[in-house]
């Protein structure tokens, strides 16, 4: 049962387009024939010694395929997996290898052993294919799994980011009001719940990252005095799905160099879909902090910009300015 489990769809999908393949190449000389002869009896003929000759060759590929070659090869026990095909290939050609060659018409056998040769010949072909396959198959999983580790980890570098964030707006916040306080608490609450546990899987229903992204906002905004004015727009169908905290780094950015405690100051962020493109903006006040302020250190925006080319690669475009009246303009095209 437990072998069961870990087949996917996938690994169902591949075995079934190997064996239509396989039961092609078998099938070929027969349905050559019908085609060019139209004689059934002729044709069934072509198919029974096709069979004979070939289904050894499918047997040695699919042993090498789904067995010797990850059991034995990829574990680096070349001795045993070497010695497994020889007999499985002996095994699978008895009859060739064994027939009585005394029998046969001395015209015939230098033909004769041409013909085992290159029955030989193609089972080691059908193992060599097997292992290049399985081979590139290993390479696309390596590569698959660095790609989520290296995804998995520039969103957990997300994570800590806004909770520092959010942990200091409601530092401030005690200072004056208990009572928003607490309500800020219980928005961090929903915060960290959906960054924990809903946020787990490839792509998440867009609806959940909106409701993040007006909390977030809105936790914000308690930093924000009266000279510093916020907008946000989401106008977006709620049946699409997207990346999990994709833009949350941009507000962040926004937040933390569009805030300004002595001159006003604008955030305006907004996420709209056009033509199955989604399109998020975001432009704010352009107040660089001092060099002596690390906090974030820009690491938000380059994560930003790799998990697009991991995830949306070809399919988003970025823009980044600082516009002739002082205002930081980013824009990101998405196509779903």
Known sequence: MKILEKIERKDVWLFV???????LIVLSPGLINFFTTHDLGLSWGALVVSAYWLMPMVIVYLVNFYVLVPVLYFRRKRFLFIAFNVLLVMACNYRILLADISEIPDKWKVGYSA????????????????????????????KQQEVEAELAWLKNQINPHFLFNTLNNISCLAQIDGD????AIMQLSDLLRYAMYETNKPKVPISGELEFMKNYIELMKLRCNEMTRVNYQFTVNNNKEIAPLLFISL????????????????????????DHMLIFTCD???????????????????????????????RYQWEQAITPDNIYHVKITLSL
């Open 284 to 314: 704010n006040s352009n107040n660089p902090k001092p060099t002596k302020d690390r906090s974030g250190s820009g690491i938000g925006l380059e994560n930003t910009h790799r998990r697009l080319d991991l995830l949306y690669a070809g």
């Open 180 to 183: 928003e306080t607490q309500e």
């Open 115 to 142: 013909f085992i040769m290159i029955s030989l010949l193609i089972n080691v072909m059908a193992i060599v294919s097997a292992m290049s396959i399985r081979y590139m198959m290993r390479q696309q999983e390596r």
């Open 17 to 23: 387009a190997q064996l239509l393949l396989l039961s």
């Open 251 to 274: 507000i962040e950015n926004a937040f933390k160099h569009g805030m300004n405690s002595n001159a006003p100051a604008s955030i305006d962020i907004s996420l709209t879909e056009e």
